[in-house]
């Protein structure tokens, strides 16, 4: 006979409480006693702070094992210099976010998975990191604004994501979005941006194993300014395709537009890839400045990724591929 013995971490999913739930009853527990002296307004704001300040119960798979299949061929941009300069709209337009973006509550988080698929659902990060595990990889990542870091990221293809979705085979794009609450975030509020900020692949390049959900950074969970608990990491694009705080992944047959392109099409494109050979038009691309050194390189077509991904593209050379 065939005795399924469960370990202790095991529970059948139907005992296991959804995220929001546990998180809001934990919460409860503990800002109970002093959110009893406050008013209601105070002690639901009490509650929410005391839930986004959570310790983190995916901490233990941190630091992730490195798969070397991309190696770097430049040192790793000092984690210092890294999380102080960042680009992050939804709390400003400067590169000084770091401070504001700790007020983004991140626990719990829900993740919406819907459009195109089977069946639509919704899942806690944290509960989507611990079921589908995490890795470390280091990647280099460039900004359309001429400069480029290199970054240990930790987390999982994106195509294990899609695997999970389930996408109908009519579905070809994933189109994503970050969170859109102006009480946290006042660049919500500068309505010149067409909020929120959405971003998109074609399915073949969300499964390419390249495309990266990054959980944590540098060994460790990501802090908000990179973009916690989710982000993407599409190192062979301009750095404005790796969507950050990611809320929705939608399973689509238009192409989505993200939010650079709604607001300049003519300067930001659906697929962005990395070429010295196109220029921006505020920008040369031909080089990069490396963050933290001072230094300029040459910058590579596909920056430096074409054996991963160049065969995404073949046969495309009349598409904008480039900006
Ligand atoms: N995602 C969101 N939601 N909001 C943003 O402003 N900026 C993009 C991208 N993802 C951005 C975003 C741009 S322009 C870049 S270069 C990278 O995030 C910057 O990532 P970093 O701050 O971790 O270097």
Redesign the pocket.
Same mark, same amino acid.
């Given at each position: 006979m065939n005795i399924i013995r469960r370990r202790g971490w095991e529970i059948p999913e139907s005992q296991l409480t959804p995220e929001h739930l546990a998180f809001s009853r934990r919460s409860l527990l503990i800002g109970g006693a002093s959110a009893l002296a406050l008013a209601p307004g105070a002690a639901y704001a009490q509650r929410a702070s005391d839930a986004a300040n959570l310790p983190d119960p995916n901490a233990d798979l941190y630091p992730a094992k490195l798969n070397t299949k991309y190696p770097l061929d430049r040192p790793i941009t000092d984690e210092k210099v890294n999380a102080a300069y960042?680009?992050? +709209?939804?709390f400003n337009s400067t590169k000084d976010v770091a401070e504001q973006a700790q007020k983004l509550p991140i626990r719990p988080w829900m993740v919406k998975i819907d459009g195109m698929v089977e069946k639509p659902f919704e899942i806690g990060a944290d509960e989507l990191i611990r079921k589908i595990g995490i890795e470390e990889r280091t990647y280099r990542?460039r900004?359309v604004e001429a400069w480029s870091?290199a970054i240990a990221w930790t987390g999982f293809p994106l195509s294990k994501l899609v695997e999970m979705a389930k996408p109908l085979g009519s579905a070809k794009y994933l189109h994503m979005e970050?969170f859109n609450n102006p009480k946290v975030a006042p660049g919500l509020r500068q309505s010149w941006y067409p909020w929120p +900020?959405v971003e998109g692949l074609t399915i073949a390049e969300a499964t390419n194993d390249l495309a990266f959900i990054a959980t944590g950074a540098y060994g460790h969970p990501m802090l908000k300014?990179? %973009?916690a608990p989710l982000r993407l990491a599409v190192p062979w694009k301009y %750095?404005?395709k790796?969507?950050?705080?990611i809320v929705r992944f939608s399973f689509v047959d238009k192409q989505p537009v993200g939010m650079w392109e709604k607001l300049q099409k003519t300067e930001y494109g659906f697929w962005a890839n990395v070429n010295p050979e196109v220029p921006h038009p505020r920008w040369s691309q031909a080089t990069e400045e490396i963050i933290g050194t001072g230094d300029r390189k040459p910058t590579l077509k596909f920056n430096g990724y074409g054996e991963f991904v160049a065969d995404l593209y073949t046969g495309m050379e009349k598409e904008r591929l480039w900006a």
């Amino acid at each position: 006979m065939n005795i399924i013995r469960r370990r202790g971490w095991e529970i059948p999913e139907s005992q296991l409480t959804p995220e929001h739930l546990a998180f809001s009853r934990r919460s409860l527990l503990i800002g109970g006693a002093s959110a009893l002296a406050l008013a209601p307004g105070a002690a639901y704001a009490q509650r929410a702070s005391d839930a986004a300040n959570l310790p983190d119960p995916n901490a233990d798979l941190y630091p992730a094992k490195l798969n070397t299949k991309y190696p770097l061929d430049r040192p790793i941009t000092d984690e210092k210099v890294n999380a102080a300069y960042n680009n992050f +709209y939804e709390f400003n337009s400067t590169k000084d976010v770091a401070e504001q973006a700790q007020k983004l509550p991140i626990r719990p988080w829900m993740v919406k998975i819907d459009g195109m698929v089977e069946k639509p659902f919704e899942i806690g990060a944290d509960e989507l990191i611990r079921k589908i595990g995490i890795e470390e990889r280091t990647y280099r990542h460039r900004c359309v604004e001429a400069w480029s870091m290199a970054i240990a990221w930790t987390g999982f293809p994106l195509s294990k994501l899609v695997e999970m979705a389930k996408p109908l085979g009519s579905a070809k794009y994933l189109h994503m979005e970050t969170f859109n609450n102006p009480k946290v975030a006042p660049g919500l509020r500068q309505s010149w941006y067409p909020w929120p +900020y959405v971003e998109g692949l074609t399915i073949a390049e969300a499964t390419n194993d390249l495309a990266f959900i990054a959980t944590g950074a540098y060994g460790h969970p990501m802090l908000k300014q990179h %973009g916690a608990p989710l982000r993407l990491a599409v190192p062979w694009k301009y %750095g404005f395709k790796s969507i950050k705080s990611i809320v929705r992944f939608s399973f689509v047959d238009k192409q989505p537009v993200g939010m650079w392109e709604k607001l300049q099409k003519t300067e930001y494109g659906f697929w962005a890839n990395v070429n010295p050979e196109v220029p921006h038009p505020r920008w040369s691309q031909a080089t990069e400045e490396i963050i933290g050194t001072g230094d300029r390189k040459p910058t590579l077509k596909f920056n430096g990724y074409g054996e991963f991904v160049a065969d995404l593209y073949t046969g495309m050379e009349k598409e904008r591929l480039w900006a």
